[in-house]
T-cell receptor, first 116, second 113 residues
Framework: GNSVTQMEGPVTLSEEAFLTINCTYT??????LFWYVQYPGEGLQLLLK?????DKGSNKGFEATYRKETTSFHLEKGSVQVSDSAVYFC???????????????FGTGTRLQVTL | DGGITQSPKYLFRKEGQNVTLSCEQN?????MYWYRQDPGQGLRLIYY???????QKGDIAEGYSVSREKKESFPLTVTSAQKNPTAFYLC????????????FGDGTRLSIL
């Protein structure tokens, strides 16, 4: 079955540091890949996505590239801010036919804490 | 603004009691989903629905039930058969394409009295 593995947290960084959160996956076919962010007490918000190999998703200074050869989708940001403190989830979507619901498989989440 | 509304935000269950969590969306999405989130774990799928009056079990459906009588609504009932119901429950919706993201509500935190 499908699976997603994320690096263990928490990750603690100083403001303006470089961020990498590793994500690797196992899936049949060609899944779509997503990063979601969860702030305390809230639901998940989509951060970025990539739907095919070599696609780069980007949003709010965050980037991730869909690497089929290494089955990875690592999240990066060049300069983190205190407001980026949250839990980040990597997820993949079944490759289904248009017209069917796609089930997401999530990693366990990585907590990021950014300090001044 | 379009979105997903979950209520209540906090819910308490007594032993032997069924409780129902509400999820409403005005995004005109066909698919809706329920996930359970436990500390230190990712989200696990409980049930999902692609169309009114139809739904499928996810990975951890035991002790839960759902209905989909309207496109906008997908309530989840946590029955007394669910022996460990304390968790954060998230509802989501999406259009019927695997390359499109799911949109999430703000969740309901269920605790046992």
């Amino acid at each position: 079955g499908n699976s997603v593995t994320q690096m263990e947290g928490p990750v603690t960084l100083s403001e303006e540091a470089f961020l990498t959160i590793n994500c690797t996956y196992t899936a049949t076919g060609y899944p779509s890949l997503f990063w979601y962010v969860q702030y305390p007490g809230e639901g998940l918000q989509l951060l970025l996505k990539a739907t095919k190999a070599d696609d780069k998703g980007s949003n709010k200074g965050f980037e991730a590239t869909y690497r089929k050869e290494t089955t990875s989708f690592h999240l990066e940001k060049g300069s983190v801010q205190v407001s980026d403190s949250a839990v980040y989830f990597c997820a993949l979507s079944d490759h289904g036919w248009t017209g069917t619901a796609s089930k997401l498989t999530f990693g366990t989440g990585t907590r990021l804490q950014v300090t001044l | 603004d379009g979105g997903i509304t979950q209520s209540p935000k906090y819910l308490f269950r007594k032993e032997g009691q069924n409780v129902t969590l509400s999820c409403e969306q005005n995004l005109n999405h066909d698919a809706m989903y329920w996930y359970r989130q436990d500390p230190g774990q990712g989200l696990r799928l409980i049930y999902y629905s692609q169309i009114v009056n139809d739904f499928q079990k996810g990975d951890i459906a035991e002790g839960y039930s759902v209905s989909r009588e309207k496109k906008e609504s997908f309530p989840l009932t946590v029955t007394s058969a669910q022996k460990n119901p304390t968790a954060f429950y998230l509802c989501a919706s999406s259009i019927l394409r695997d390359d499109q993201p799911q949109h999430f509500g703000d969740g309901t935190r269920l605790s046992i009295l």
